[in-house]
């Protein structure tokens, strides 16, 4: 599961607020793309790929850093956006800045750059990329379960949970009070998971009995409730 800073990273991309100045390191970025690539979170891919493909351009080794990122992730396209810049440099070589290459990966590395970018459509740097699992944990403000415990709801600057109907539960035990409208319009597979949860709950409150029927034999709709129940209360 996703840890706070990531998960709050990754909302305050996705909520229409002010953004605060972060210089996000490699690694945060990183568990940021992971995150947001399990869940197709389209914008804070962008916005985190976008920063790596800067921070690459500071040095050779945040350069080789930010490869390796996407090596592991299989981020072709981050990966083709570092090395243009490296075109018309004779003497440079990803050997001697990147350790652990394999010689398939040397080689089409080498070919990109003979090519100066210039490949077929069916070439990749890479293999085909694994799907990135990070399990989430969401929780309804009406989920009977969590009535009466207490929670640790994490609020960044600018962030109005007013209206909120909906909880990102953290990795490291804290929450984040959202809107399930933002999550539903960012995050097909988390709008999924939120839809079933919904429905679920719903299944379940159905099958529940009236607590407003009086009569022990007879069927009776409950003003309150406009449900029909069999049974005595």
Same mark, same amino acid.
């Given at each position: 599961?996703?840890?706070?800073?990531?998960?709050?990273? *990754?909302? =305050?991309?996705?909520?229409?607020?002010?953004?605060?100045?972060?210089?996000?390191? +490699?690694?945060?970025?990183?568990?940021?793309? @992971?995150?947001?690539?399990?869940?197709?979170?389209?914008?804070?891919?962008?916005?985190?790929?976008?920063?790596?493909?800067?921070?690459?351009?500071?040095?050779?080794?945040?350069?080789?850093?930010?490869?390796?990122?996407?090596? @592991?992730?299989?981020?072709?396209?981050?990966?083709?956006?570092?090395?243009?810049?490296?075109?018309?440099?004779?003497?440079?070589?990803?050997?001697? *800045?990147?350790?652990?290459?394999?010689?398939?990966?040397?080689?089409?590395?080498?070919?990109?750059?003979?090519?100066?970018?210039?490949?077929?459509? %069916?070439?990749?740097?890479?293999?085909? @990329?694994?799907?990135?699992?990070?399990?989430?944990?969401?929780?309804? %403000?009406?989920?009977?379960?969590?009535?009466?415990?207490?929670?640790?709801? =994490?609020?960044?600057?600018?962030?109005?949970?007013?209206?909120?109907?909906?909880?990102?539960?953290?990795?490291?035990?804290?929450?984040?009070?959202?809107?399930?409208?933002? *999550?539903?319009?960012?995050?097909?597979?988390?709008?999924?998971?939120? +839809?079933?949860?919904?429905?679920?709950?719903?299944?379940?409150?159905?099958?529940?009995?009236?607590? %407003?029927?009086?009569?022990?034999?007879?069927?009776?709709?409950?003003?309150?409730?406009?449900?029909?129940?069999?049974?005595? +209360?």
């Amino acid at each position: 599961p996703a840890r706070s800073e990531t998960i709050q990273d *990754i909302l =305050l991309i996705c909520y229409p607020i002010a953004k605060p100045k972060k210089e996000r390191s +490699v690694k945060e970025l990183e568990l940021g793309l @992971r995150a947001a690539m399990a869940y197709e979170l389209e914008l804070p891919i962008t916005v985190f790929e976008d920063e790596l493909v800067r921070l690459a351009g500071r040095d050779s080794q945040s350069w080789a850093e930010v490869f390796m990122v996407a090596y @592991r992730m299989k981020l072709e396209d981050v990966a083709r956006r570092i090395l243009r810049p490296t075109f018309h440099d004779k003497e440079w070589d990803a050997g001697c *800045i990147v350790d652990d290459l394999t010689a398939g990966d040397y080689y089409r590395i080498a070919e990109y750059r003979r090519r100066q970018g210039n490949v077929g459509p %069916h070439f990749l740097l890479f293999v085909a @990329r694994e799907r990135i699992s990070v399990p989430v944990s969401l929780s309804s %403000h009406t989920d009977p379960e969590r009535a009466g415990t207490p929670s640790t709801p =994490l609020t960044p600057a600018g962030w109005d949970t007013s209206g909120s109907d909906l909880i990102l539960c953290s990795s490291d035990g804290n929450e984040f009070r959202v809107h399930r409208n933002v *999550i539903l319009s960012a995050s097909p597979i988390l709008g999924n998971i939120i +839809v079933a949860a919904i429905a679920q709950q719903t299944h379940a409150a159905a099958k529940q009995p009236c607590p %407003h029927v009086t009569s022990s034999k007879k069927k009776k709709k409950c003003k309150s409730c406009r449900k029909g129940v069999t049974g005595a +209360v």
